[in-house]
T-cell receptor, first 108, second 114 residues
Framework: KNEVEQSPQNLTAQEGEFITINCSYS?????LHWLQQHPGGGIVSLFM???GKKKHGRLIATINIQEKHSSLHITASHPRDSAVYIC??????????FGKGTHLIIQP | EAGVAQSPRYKIIEKRQSVAFWCNPI?????LYWYQQILGQGPKLLIQ????????DSQLPKDRFSAERLKGVDSTLKIQPAKLEDSAVYLC????????????FGEGSRLTVL
C-alpha cells in the first residue's frame, strides 16, 4: 500500500509569492495526479504526471520518479488560488491513494 | 462536454436510516470510482468499477455499504443503516482508462448523519 505524504499541511502566503507544495510517496507508481478542491466544491484535476514536468498557466508540476517525489508550484499567486491541493498516486491498476491535502491561503 | 453528475448534493438523515447516492459519469468513461472524504482528510476509495464489473472494493464496509453499476453507465451507492461516522462527502469520479486516464470528479454528495 502506498503511503502519500504532503507538505506543508497548511500554507498562508501573500499575493504574488511563489508557492511550492511537495508530495512524497513510498512505492513506485504509474501516474501521479495533482488535484484542487475549493471549499464546498468538487475536485478539479490540475495535472496528471508520469515523468518530467508539465505547465499550465501559472501552475507547474514536476515529478522525480527515482526520488518518489513531486512538487506543485504556483507562480504569481493570487487569492483565487486559495484551495486545498491534493496529491494522489496510482500504482498499476489500483485505485488512487490520496494525500491529506495542503490547505493554501493567499492573502491580498 | 457534460461533467460527472451526482445527486443529491446534500442529504441529512438520522442514524440507522438509509441513503442512496447517484452518479452519472462522463459519456464513454469505462472506469467509475466512489470515494469517501471525511472533513479534513483526503478522499478514500470505496469502490472502483470497470464497466459493470468491480475492480476494487477492498475498503468498502460491505456490512452497510453497497454499490452497483448494472449497465456499466450510471452508478448508485447505498448506505444502510447509516452511522454517525458515515458523515462525509461522497465523491464520484470517472476516467476513460483505468491506469492512464485523467480523472474527472463530480461535485460530491455531502451526507450528514445525526
Amino acid at each position: 500500500k502506498n503511503e502519500v505524504e504532503q507538505s506543508p499541511q497548511n500554507l498562508t502566503a501573500q499575493e504574488g509569492e511563489f508557492i511550492t507544495i511537495n508530495c512524497s510517496y513510498s512505492v513506485g507508481i504509474s501516474a501521479l495526479h495533482w488535484l484542487q478542491q475549493h471549499p464546498g466544491g468538487g475536485i478539479v484535476s490540475l495535472f496528471m504526471l508520469s515523468s518530467g514536468k508539465k505547465k499550465h498557466g501559472r501552475l507547474i508540476a514536476t515529478i522525480n520518479i527515482q526520488e518518489k517525489h513531486s512538487s506543485l508550484h504556483i507562480t504569481a499567486s493570487h487569492p483565487r488560488d486559495s484551495a486545498v491541493y491534493i496529491c494522489a498516486v496510482r500504482g498499476g491498476a489500483d485505485g488512487l491513494t490520496f494525500g491529506k491535502g495542503t490547505h493554501l491561503i493567499i492573502q491580498p | 462536454e457534460a461533467g460527472v453528475a451526482q445527486s443529491p448534493r446534500y442529504k441529512i438523515i438520522e442514524k440507522r436510516q438509509s441513503v442512496a447516492f447517484w452518479c452519472n459519469p462522463i459519456s464513454g468513461h469505462a472506469t467509475l470510482y466512489w470515494y469517501q472524504q471525511i472533513l479534513g482528510q483526503g478522499p478514500k476509495l470505496l469502490i472502483q468499477f470497470q464497466n459493470n464489473g468491480v475492480v476494487d472494493d477492498s475498503q468498502l464496509p460491505k456490512d452497510r455499504f453497497s454499490a452497483e453499476r448494472l449497465k456499466g453507465v450510471d452508478s448508485t451507492l447505498k448506505i444502510q443503516p447509516a452511522k454517525l461516522e458515515d458523515s462525509a462527502v461522497y465523491l464520484c469520479a470517472s476516467s476513460g482508462a483505468s491506469t492512464t486516464g485523467e480523472l474527472f470528479f463530480g461535485e460530491g454528495s455531502r451526507l450528514t448523519v445525526l
